[in-house]
């Protein structure tokens, strides 16, 4: 059983049990949270495919920790211009894991 969720503008296809890192969500360490906006849903009977969310299924899940991605680095040049301009990034991410689907 499986199901694609959208999870801040994004989406997942997840199972129970299942660890993600998913863009940073302001909910607390150690909380539960349930993401209603379930896209697909694939089990023994069949597949559900909403439009645009499969009605009455959720999947309830579980903050692990909120983290830092690794750092991304980006240069620019232009040749023969003088141009360089050097810029880094760090993604803010949470790791879930994925406890039941209903």
Known sequence: MFAVV??????FKVTEKEKHYVPRLSSEVESEIV???VLLLSDDSGTKIGSPFVEGVKVHAKVLE???DD????FK??????Y?????HRQQLSRIE?????
């Open 6 to 11: 959208d999870i801040a503008g994004q989406q």
């Open 35 to 37: 993401f209603d906006s």
């Open 66 to 68: 909120h983290l830092k």
């Open 71 to 74: 750092k991304v680095s980006v």
């Open 77 to 82: 040049k232009k040749r023969r211009t003088g």
């Open 84 to 88: 360089e301009k050097y810029n880094t």
């Open 98 to 102: 994925i406890t039941k689907i209903a």
